[in-house]
């Protein structure tokens, strides 16, 4: 059984930093992929950024130059560092996984497994 477990969040001033750390565990190999989503009052879910199964990074148009996604193969561990933030960026931050190959982690649908999800508040 895979799990996936979140930290780091909190808060931050607009401009500031957060970096979201998830480990996975339970993969019995490399075929999945991991991705960060976020749920925000009114706006439903989205995705932050992913890493694909192939190691290919993809992003939100909204994150893009702003925050940056890695991931450790031999941890499991999938890393967002948030930079610039805005009051727009507040909302729960959910590690995501999908096992396969090839998988993109870019819908909320396809993910098999989901952390229980961080909160992270930015004010202006």
């Known amino acids: 059984q895979v799990q996936l477990v979140e930290t780091g969040g909190g808060s931050a001033q607009a401009g500031g930093s957060l970096r979201l750390s998830c480990v996975g565990s339970?993969?019995?190999?490399?075929?999945?992929?991991m991705g960060w989503f976020r749920q925000i009052p009114e706006k439903g879910r989205e995705v932050v950024a992913a890493?694909?199964?192939?190691?290919?990074?993809s992003a939100a148009d909204s994150v893009l130059g702003r925050f940056s996604i890695s991931k450790d193969n031999a941890s499991h561990t999938l890393t967002l560092q948030m930079n610039s933030l805005t009051p727009d960026d507040s909302g729960m931050y959910y590690c995501a996984a999908e096992l396969g190959w090839p998988t993109s982690c870019r819908k909320d649908y396809a993910m098999d497994y989901w952390g229980k999800g961080v909160l992270v508040t930015i004010s202006s």
């Open positions: 890493v694909a199964s192939d190691g290919s990074i």
């Open positions: 339970g993969f019995i190999d490399s075929r999945y992929c």
